[in-house]
């Protein structure tokens, strides 16, 4: 209705809550895509730092999603009024990091100012200039931000659809070396199943060898295993954004033949079930919708469940691959390293 008093009253008492606010400014900024109350509030009250940020961001999301229907206006005198926008809306929030994770959603379509290798935490990897950037200003100030590790998944996701197979190990490393820097417990400990998810439905990994598939296989054990053990069966996983990486997982455990396992994270899903990955494992397997696809994969670990042996200590999860527990603080083992003989090289 062109109202924009209450999001100024929510975004005041979230206030630093940085996965919250990040959240519900996304979110936001989608359901504003089409409305003008963003740039109404950003012009009634211009001293506001929390107008210029919601106002940015959406300018943003408006942006990626003209480009994405090929508007006609989404022009380069847009890109740069877009680009512009976000980094004054930083430079009135300095403390910020969702000014950089709103430029970071049009980081997979805007392209990048060159590529290089970088190192981050151990691991190296190619990546875009410009887009690495961003990230690096969003996580200096929120080192475990959510949207900006999956906003910068999906600009390295991005170069990965050019075809080119090394930048296979731009996705994965990247996603493993998001994780490896993260708490035990945190959400980031999910971030690698995306990139096997994107592969899987991607069929990317059918183009490879048999030792780079096999490597692969080993990748995929290793990070479900961190993502069950660590986030899962950690503390309470009450992030935001927690429904999307519960049903990231959910798939994967029935893709990888553990649907039992699978139950209690469906228990945990309830009615939340996301467009990711669903609708294209609807596609993938002939299902009418994203919907069927995740009730099918349900009813499948409801059935394992149900079939499984009543133990009174339940076994472990994973058994071939899982070492003694680590204590609390100690971070998951890394994942197998690139076999020596392939997709070592960016060129």
Do not use: C
Request: without cysteine; aromatic residues 8%; proline residues 9%.
């Amino acid at each position: 209705m062109g109202g924009w008093e209450s999001v100024r009253d929510l975004l005041a008492r979230t206030g630093e809550d940085w996965p919250l606010r990040t959240h519900r400014i996304s979110v936001l900024a989608r359901a504003a895509v089409g409305l003008e109350w963003t740039r109404a509030w950003s012009q009634a009250e211009p001293e506001r730092p929390d107008a210029q940020v919601m106002a940015a961001y959406a300018e943003a999301v408006r942006l990626r999603s003209m480009i994405l229907r090929r508007d006609p206006g989404a022009d380069d005198a847009a890109a740069v009024r877009a680009v512009a926008n976000g980094r004054a809306a930083a430079a009135a929030a300095p403390h910020d990091p969702t000014p950089w994770i709103g430029l970071l959603t049009l980081a997979d379509i805007l392209g990048d100012n060159g590529v290089s290798m970088v190192q981050w935490n151990d691991l190296s990897f190619e990546t875009g200039a410009r887009s690495w950037n961003w990230f690096q200003e969003a996580v200096s100030r929120h080192p475990e931000s959510w949207h900006a590790h999956h906003r910068m998944r999906e600009a390295q996701l991005a170069r990965l659809r050019t075809g080119a197979l090394h930048e296979l190990t731009g996705l994965l490393d990247f996603a493993a070396a998001g994780a490896a820097h993260a708490d035990p417990h945190s959400p980031l400990r999910v971030l690698p199943l995306y990139a096997h998810v994107e592969l899987r439905q991607s069929a990317t990994a059918d183009q490879l060898g048999a030792s780079e598939r096999a490597w692969l296989a080993q990748r995929v054990e290793q990070d479900l295993e961190d993502a069950y053990r660590y986030w899962f069966r950690g503390p309470d996983p009450g992030h935001p954004a927690a429904p999307y990486d519960l049903n990231i997982l959910a798939y994967l455990l029935v893709e990888s033949g553990r649907p039992r396992l699978a139950q209690p994270v469906f228990t945990a899903i309830g009615t939340h079930a996301t467009a990711v990955p669903w609708t294209r494992a609807a596609q993938l397997s002939g299902a009418r919708s994203g919907q069927d696809a995740f009730t099918a994969a349900r009813s499948a670990a409801d059935t394992a469940a149900a079939k499984a042996p009543r133990n009174v200590t339940e076994p472990d999860p994973f058994p071939e691959t899982a070492p003694a527990a680590p204590a609390e603080a100690e971070a998951p083992h890394a994942p197998p390293p690139l076999p020596a003989d392939t997709l070592t090289s960016p060129e």
